[in-house]
Structure formats: structure tokens, C-alpha cells
């Protein structure tokens, strides 16, 4: 076999290893439909709203970002603006057992009588504790308004909305971080412990994991290029 079929073998070989590499996700989401049961104050209503959980990358944990894209209950009266404050929790599974709180914004404009409340987005942090994939599932929701409190079950047991393979930091084995994400308005009903740092953080996903371990696929193509150098001067030693 010439030189010149060696190279272009070489060279194949390595960009291969590079793509199959670089393709493994990291990351897996996708949108649950939970059925919310609420105990209210003037008596039980429920709704079905679809779940959307997000997870960003934030130094050695990640910030989480649970979306409703419908209603759960709704008010005999007027919400003015601000009076409406949400929290929930997000139950975790897989590598590790535990619970993370999140909470969000009071609403920003007046929400009408009887009519479906919009949950605002809602965040909190979750630092690992141990490694491998962890599943993250929407847990129970609560709503303060006008002095009340309205707790909202899920009552179908909804899958998880997304699945992350972490690292661990290591120390306790009680689960990971329950810090809620910081809010405007009026307290909420859950913490207030907000993720720190400043700066545009990366997401976790598939686009971004394959980004990330383009890295990896780097040094499968040095390595066949090495390769390619090796066979070269081989050849030219054996035609002298």
C-alpha cells in the first residue's frame, strides 16, 4: 500500500472517531403533562398543565428553570398586581434522591376573577452531591395570595422533564442543593437562596454537550495525525 492510500486512511479513521465522539448528549428534556390537583380555600379545582424543566450549567451545579405552560386554578376574585406569589418543589431521582426549591416572581399584571392563574417561570439551584444521571420531576406547587395558600398535587405521577448526567461534588449523601432561585415582588412561599455569579451561563444540552466534547474528538485527530507523520517517514525511510 502506497504512502499517499496510508495518509488518506489515517486521516479517515481519525475525523470518524472525532464525529462519533463529539455526537454523545449530555442532556435530556422534554415537556410532561401533570395533573394538578389544588386544595383551595373555597374548596378542591385541578388542571392538567404541561412541565417544561430546564437545567443550566452555574460553576459546579446548574440552575433550574421549571416552566407551566397552562393554569392550575384560578381565583373567585380579582389578583391585583403583585399579590400572587409561587414556589414548588422539584423532586429528584436517578443518582441521587431529594428535592430542590424553586420559586418565581409575583405576577405582573392583574390576574381577573375566575380565571386559569399563569405560573410565572420558576427557578432555584441544584449543586450534586453524588455522580451519574439524575432525573428531575415536578413536585408540588403552592400559591399565596390575599393571605391564602393553595397547595396544587400532582396526581398522575409525571415522569421526569429532564435527565442530566452530573459529577458530584462530593460530601453529604442527602441529595443536592434545595436553594430556590431569588424572586422581585412580595416574599414567596418558598426560599430565597438564589444561585450567584454573573455572566451569560451555557446550557446543558445536546448541542452544547457536543460542543464540549468536540475537545475530546480533537485529540482522536491528533492522534491520527501523529499517526499519519509516523507512517509517512516510515515509507520514506524504506525508500532510501
Given amino acids: 500500500m502506497s504512502n499517499q492510500k496510508r495518509t488518506t486512511l489515517a486521516l479517515a479513521a481519525a475525523l470518524a472517531g472525532s464525529i462519533v465522539v463529539a455526537g454523545a448528549p449530555a442532556a435530556h428534556a422534554e415537556v410532561v403533562d ?38 392550575v386554578s384560578s381565583s373567585p376574585v380579582e389578583l391585583g398586581k403583585g399579590a400572587m406569589n409561587p414556589s414548588a418543589v422539584i423532586e429528584l431521582g436517578g443518582a441521587e434522591q431529594g428535592k430542590v426549591q424553586v420559586t418565581g416572581p409575583a405576577n405582573s399584571e392583574a390576574i381577573p376573577a375566575n380565571t386559569p392563574i399563569k405560573i410565572s417561570d420558576l427557578s432555584g439551584t441544584y449543586t450534586p452531591k453524588k455522580s451519574g444521571k439524575v432525573t428531575f420531576t415536578a413536585g408540588v406547587l403552592t400559591i399565596k395570595a390575599l393571605g391564602t395558600t393553595t397547595t396544587c398535587t400532582p396526581k398522575n405521577s409525571p415522569g421526569p422533564s429532564l435527565e442530566l448526567d452530573v459529577q458530584g461534588t462530593g460530601g453529604s449523601s442527602d441529595g443536592g442543593s434545595t436553594d430556590g432561585g431569588s424572586t422581585g415582588g412580595a416574599s414567596t412561599g418558598g426560599s430565597t437562596g438564589g444561585a450567584s455569579g454573573g455572566g451569560e451561563l451555557p446550557r446543558t444540552g445536546p448541542l452544547d454537550s457536543a460542543a464540549a466534547l468536540g475537545t475530546l474528538g480533537g485529540t482522536v485527530l491528533l492522534s491520527g495525525a501523529a499517526g499519519v507523520l509516523w507512517l509517512t517517514r516510515r515509507g520514506q525511510r524504506s525508500a532510501v
Avoid at 373555597?42 to 397552562?70: C, E, H, N, R
Fill in 34 to 71: 401533570v395533573n394538578y390537583q389544588c386544595v383551595t380555600p373555597i374548596g378542591p379545582k385541578g388542571a392538567v398543565s404541561p412541565i417544561d424543566i430546564k437545567g443550566v450549567k452555574s460553576g459546579d451545579g446548574y440552575k433550574l428553570t421549571m416552566s407551566f405552560q397552562k393554569g
